[in-house]
């Protein structure tokens, strides 16, 4: 059983920066780096939506077109998976989920296997 947890997330002005990060136990004999993780996102009364995603080994990363040019997904060996969060907008706020799963790393948040608790980002105007 792959069990991702979320850090990182709290309040922070429009304009302002939070890393998030994204840690996850495995089954014996296999390493983090053997799934693609994704990000996604909860707003109140809204539904889940996708943020980001990086495959297992880094290469190739994908993100929603709102976040484009704002967010970076990033990992190295078997350390955390990052999601950088700049320029932050009122918009952003929700509760931001890591997802993580073996094979490519696609948008359909029903085709991810293992799912965080969330960490909340809330951005004030």
């Known amino acids: 059983q792959v069990q991702p947890v979320e850090s990182g997330g709290g309040v922070v002005q429009a304009g302002g920066s939070l890393r998030l990060s994204c840690v996850a136990s495995?089954?014996?004999?296999?390493?983090?780096?053997?799934?693609?993780v994704a990000w996604f996102r909860q707003a109140p009364g809204k539904e889940r939506e996708f943020v980001a995603a990086i495959t297992s080994i880094g290469t190739t990363t994908d993100y929603a077109e709102s976040v484009k040019g704002r967010f970076t997904i990033s990992r190295d060996n078997n350390k955390p998976v990052y999601l950088q969060l700049n320029s932050l907008k009122p918009e952003d706020t929700a509760l931001y989920y890591c997802?993580?799963?073996?094979?490519?790393?696609?948008?359909?948040?029903?085709?991810?296997?293992?799912w965080g608790q969330g960490t909340q980002v809330t951005v004030s105007s």
């Open positions: 495995v089954p014996s004999g296999r390493s983090f780096r053997d799934y693609a």
């Open positions: 997802a993580s799963r073996t094979g490519w790393p696609v948008r359909d948040l029903h085709e991810w296997n293992y």
